[in-house]
């Protein structure tokens, strides 16, 4: 999943007729956020990383103000301390969190999106630290510009939704 940024003056009828166009272009959105701020609102829209270059253009063409994908997306156990250590590890690097927005909750996982102030940065420590071997069992579902993949806690690289060929885990 990537995420764009939507700039729209604020209007009763926007949410419905961002999501209708989407939805008449086949873009199927994953998950999205709309604040209204001073008359504006911002859209945080996700989509499936094969659809993102026909949300924006669609986007475009309607005149919106889109900004390029941002964020780092991750797939995070659904338990105390997981999000804890993610924001440890970006402050102990000197990267600040602009924002965070939960996407997807499920039992066993939360989604969450971190948009940061060194992104390159912050995908690099989340590949590094979240590794096989580590001490915590975060499992990195997808970086915005696209890793696709997470560790199992056998030490085995899989890609997102498929289980682990060698423990079976998902």
Do not use: Y
């Not at 700039?7 to 604040?35: K, M, P, Q, W, Y």
């Not at 859209?43 to 889109?66: C, P, S, T």
């Not at 900004?67 to 924001?87: C, D, F, H, M």
């Amino acid at each position: 999943m990537q995420i764009l940024t939507v700039l729209a003056e604020n209007r009763i009828d926007l949410v419905a007729d961002v999501c209708t166009v989407l939805g008449e272009a086949h873009v199927n959105i994953e998950s999205a956020s709309f604040e209204a701020v001073d008359g504006h609102v911002i859209m945080r829209i996700g989509v499936k990383d094969e659809q993102i270059a026909r949300a924006r253009e669609v986007l475009l063409q309607m005149g919106f103000n889109v900004t390029p994908p941002e964020g780092i997306v991750i797939e995070l156990p659904n338990k105390p301390n997981q999000l804890a250590s993610v924001a440890k590890l970006f402050a102990e690097n000197g990267i600040s969190i602009k924002s965070t927005s939960q996407l997807v909750v499920t039992p066993g996982f939360a989604t969450v999106l971190f948009v940061v102030d060194n992104q390159e940065k912050a995908q690099e420590l989340i590949a590094k630290h979240f590794a096989p071997g580590k001490q915590e069992k975060i499992l990195l579902a997808h970086i915005a510009e696209g890793f696709g993949i997470w560790f199992c806690s056998c030490g085995n690289e899989v890609q997102v939704g498929k289980k682990c060929w060698k423990c079976q885990t998902r």
